[in-house]
Structure formats: structure tokens, C-alpha cells
């Protein structure tokens, strides 16, 4: 059988498909392309059913969950980072309230947590990788940086307003502030999805086991960050908790979608359940 994992351009996404992308993992017979595009772009086709399996941001994920089941490894998160607020002048977290906000997508869980952090914002989409620009142009008060924005804004002169990583940590007990995790279509039925699972778990511990060789892969995808800084980004986002959720893993991402039902964010309340 061929299957088609949609995943984002970036380091960390690239760092846990190299044991894919480099062979070593036995795939069983699965024949498994690899197709790469921006968070906002597959949390899109993801409506449509278009990938077997994919990444999404988990706010997406929670409109979702009747077509997709969420795989119990894959997850990108933010423990006590996050997604950040810049903006070109110091302004303290009241410098969201009322601002104009550059933000990478409506469906990005990075947008979910700041109206959660913060209601009363407006906001204009950008590609995430014009966010910085967007704010120095003047085009948007504030940016919302994901991906590699994270560790790059202060070299282009801009100033952070708020981590929303640390306020989630602070306002949870401690809690990871889940981003995006892989979810596979429901359709495939159980004994595939189990193969498919497996071999996508794999993919990640062969990763972490090479370390070395799985930063030099992702590398190519890092957008400009050198070496150091594209270990320190994928340290950031693969990890234990993208091995396995564990208790954590699974309590922030309930937390978040508790949060966001009761303040009317998403359609549903929607239950942490993994497919395999």
C-alpha cells in the first residue's frame, strides 16, 4: 500500500522523518511519501481528507477528530516556551490588548492560545516566515512567531511581549502547551493504522538514537538557522513528549481544549483519545 505523510518544511518536523526519509526504518511493504507544506496549508487539506497521514496544529485537530484519529507520538510542544509575541518597541503583555497582530493562520494552535491569552486583538494573516517583516514594514504592531521565528527575532531588532510557552506553564501548574501532532485518517482501519503507527514511532526513536545525523538531515530545512541553533530548535520540539505524550502530554493537550470549549474557541469538547 502507498500512503502520502504530510508534514511541515521545518527542522523538527524533518528531524522525526529521518528515519523515514533515510531508510532506516522497515516500513512493512508501505510504500510512504513525503509531502512538505506550511502548517496553515495542511491544517486546511486536512479538511478535505486529502493526506493519510499529516500534521496539524491541535486547534485544528478539533475539528477534525470525526475524520482523523491522533497518533500517541509525533507531538510538537512547547514545555514552558511557546509560541512569542514580538513587537518593535518593549510594551509588556498589555501590548496585545487592542493591537493589530501578524499571525500565521487562524487554525494554528500558536492563534488559538493567544485569544485564550487574549481576546481583544485584531489581526491580519502572513506567511510565518514573513511575520517578522510584517512587523518591521509596519504593516502590524505585533507578530506571532512559530517555527524558527522563535529563536531569530532578537537578531532583527525586535522585542519579545510575551512567551505564550511560559504563560501557559505558569498559568497551568507547569503544563506543556501541546502545538501541533500528527493524526492519521480514520478510514484506514485499525490494522493499518496500527502499521502505520508503528513505523511513524520508530521513524522518531531512530531519530533521537542519531542524533547527529538526523540534525545534519534537518539541517536543509532550518531556514537559515546554523548548526547550534538548529539542535537547539529541534531539542525544543522533539523530545520525550514527541515520543509519547505520557500523563503530561495528555493532561496539557485536555487542559487546551478544555480552555478553548468554555471560552468558545471550538465547536466541541474533544477527547484526548489515540488511535493506536
Same mark, same amino acid.
Given at each position: 500500500?502507498?500512503?502520502?505523510?504530510?508534514?511541515?518544511?521545518?527542522?523538527?518536523?524533518?528531524?522525526?522523518?529521518?528515519?523515514?526519509?533515510?531508510?532506516?526504518?522497515?516500513?512493512?511493504?508501505?510504500?510512504?511519501?513525503?509531502?512538505?507544506?506550511?502548517?496553515?496549508?495542511?491544517?486546511?487539506?486536512?479538511?478535505?481528507?486529502?493526506?493519510?497521514?499529516?500534521?496539524?496544529?491541535?486547534?485544528?485537530?478539533?475539528?477534525?477528530?470525526?475524520?482523523?484519529?491522533?497518533?500517541?507520538?509525533?507531538?510538537?510542544?512547547?514545555?514552558?516556551?511557546?509560541?512569542?509575541?514580538?513587537?518593535?518597541?518593549?510594551?509588556?503583555?498589555?501590548?496585545?490588548?487592542?493591537?493589530?497582530?501578524?499571525?500565521?493562520?487562524?487554525?494554528?494552535?500558536?492563534?488559538?492560545?493567544?485569544?485564550?491569552?487574549?481576546?481583544?486583538?485584531?489581526?491580519?494573516?502572513?506567511?510565518?516566515?514573513?511575520?517578522?517583516?510584517?512587523?518591521?514594514?509596519?504593516?502590524?504592531?505585533?507578530?506571532?512567531?512559530?517555527?524558527?521565528?522563535? +529563536?531569530? @527575532?532578537?537578531?532583527? $531588532?525586535? !522585542?519579545?511581549?510575551?512567551? =505564550?510557552?511560559?504563560?501557559?506553564? &505558569? %498559568?497551568?501548574?507547569?503544563?506543556?502547551?501541546?502545538?501541533?501532532?500528527?493524526?492519521?485518517?480514520?478510514?484506514?482501519?485499525?490494522?493499518?493504522?496500527?502499521?502505520?503507527?508503528?513505523?511513524?514511532?520508530?521513524?522518531?526513536?531512530?531519530?533521537?538514537?542519531?542524533?547527529?545525523?538526523?540534525?545534519?538531515?534537518?539541517?536543509?530545512?532550518?531556514?537559515?538557522?546554523?548548526?547550534?541553533?538548529?539542535?537547539?530548535?529541534?531539542?525544543?520540539?522533539?523530545?520525550?513528549?514527541? +515520543?509519547? @505524550?505520557?500523563?503530561? $502530554?495528555? !493532561?496539557?493537550?485536555?487542559? =487546551?481544549?478544555?480552555?478553548?470549549? &468554555? %471560552?468558545?474557541?471550538?465547536?466541541?469538547?474533544?477527547?484526548?483519545?489515540?488511535?493506536?
Amino acid at each position: 500500500m502507498k500512503i502520502t505523510v504530510a508534514h511541515s518544511p521545518d527542522s523538527d518536523d524533518a528531524f522525526m522523518f529521518f528515519g523515514l526519509a533515510s531508510g532506516s526504518v522497515d516500513t512493512g511493504g508501505i510504500v510512504v511519501d513525503q509531502v512538505l507544506s506550511d502548517i496553515e496549508t495542511l491544517n486546511r487539506a486536512a479538511f478535505d481528507g486529502r493526506y493519510e497521514v499529516t500534521a496539524v496544529s491541535f486547534h485544528a485537530y478539533a475539528h477534525l477528530a470525526d475524520k482523523y484519529a491522533l497518533l500517541p507520538h509525533g507531538a510538537s510542544m512547547g514545555d514552558k516556551y511557546g509560541p512569542i509575541v514580538v513587537a518593535r518597541q518593549d510594551g509588556g503583555p498589555a501590548g496585545v490588548k487592542g493591537s493589530r497582530i501578524a499571525i500565521p493562520g487562524t487554525l494554528t494552535t500558536a492563534y488559538l492560545t493567544l485569544r485564550i491569552y487574549e481576546p481583544d486583538f485584531e489581526f491580519v494573516v502572513v506567511p510565518f516566515d514573513e511575520i517578522q517583516q510584517a512587523v518591521l514594514d509596519g504593516k502590524a504592531e505585533a507578530g506571532l512567531l512559530i517555527h524558527e521565528g522563535q +529563536l531569530t @527575532y532578537q537578531d532583527e $531588532g525586535l !522585542r519579545k511581549i510575551v512567551d =505564550l510557552g511560559e504563560w501557559w506553564a &505558569e %498559568r497551568t501548574g507547569g503544563l506543556p502547551l501541546p502545538l501541533g501532532g500528527n493524526i492519521i485518517r480514520r478510514d484506514l482501519g485499525p490494522d493499518m493504522i496500527a502499521k502505520v503507527s508503528k513505523m511513524l514511532h520508530d521513524s522518531i526513536a531512530y531519530a533521537l538514537s542519531h542524533r547527529a545525523e538526523a540534525v545534519e538531515y534537518a539541517l536543509q530545512f532550518g531556514r537559515g538557522l546554523d548548526r547550534a541553533k538548529t539542535d537547539r530548535f529541534v531539542g525544543m520540539y522533539v523530545n520525550d513528549l514527541t +515520543l509519547a @505524550y505520557g500523563e503530561r $502530554g495528555r !493532561r496539557g493537550l485536555e487542559r =487546551l481544549m478544555t480552555d478553548a470549549f &468554555e %471560552r468558545g474557541l471550538i465547536p466541541q469538547r474533544v477527547p484526548v483519545e489515540f488511535a493506536a
